[in-house]
């Protein structure tokens, strides 16, 4: 029989606009608590999550915003897409985006507004909880696939509790500028951001899907009798 997991990861997507309504500690800590429940090689369970609210929230954001508007360069530290990207993965890449900035209102030259778009990563999408996710420098690349799982079940806990959330890869652009603003451990590396709060069901940025490959492009299957 199937479960209500199914269900869950179908209708999962990015959450880029929420509503005013604040989550609770308790509520984030249960989140955090499941996505520890991720499996692990040699259980060494890696990576942290900084859950940051309210004026701690807001600290941040207005950093990160201010290096971005400033024209700062980024630093980021380790590689998250592929040098060369392939022609499916581009156009994977390509029609995501152009999928996002149609939501809004966007058009392809306006160059300004995507700006501003993007710039909406750093303030966490103004969600009323921000994660700040990272993982010990000398930790292995499997670790970073660990990590991944991880994040995945936070996800998942937070759709069914309910919540919007999305995960922000840009927050690791100034990552030097998170390590300072919370204090972080010189041997903590920032992964990524994750933003979290009650979705606003009326925002035409959650209305639009990604499409996902068809499971030929992906799977295969060999010694099966059917």
Known sequence: MRSDLYDLLRQRRSTRAFTSAPVDRSTIARLCTAARRAPSGANL?????????????????????????????????YSYFPERMSPTHKDRQRKAGFAL????????????????????????????????????????????????????ALLLAAEAEGLGATGIGALANYGAITHDQLGLDENELVVCGIAIGHADPNSPVNQFRTERAALSEFASFRGFDD
């Open 45 to 77: 369970q890696p990576g942290k999550f900084h859950a940051l609210a309210g004026n701690e929230l807001d600290a941040l954001s207005a950093r990160l915003v201010a290096a971005a508007q400033s024209g700062m360069p980024t630093a980021l530290e």
């Open 101 to 152: 900035y149609e939501a809004l209102g966007i058009s392809r030259r306006d160059i300004a507004g995507r700006r501003a778009q993007f710039d909406q990563n750093y303030r966490f999408f103004d969600a009323p909880v921000g994660i700040v996710v990272t993982i010990d420098r000398d930790m292995g690349k499997g670790c970073f696939m660990d990590l991944g799982m991880s994040i995945m």
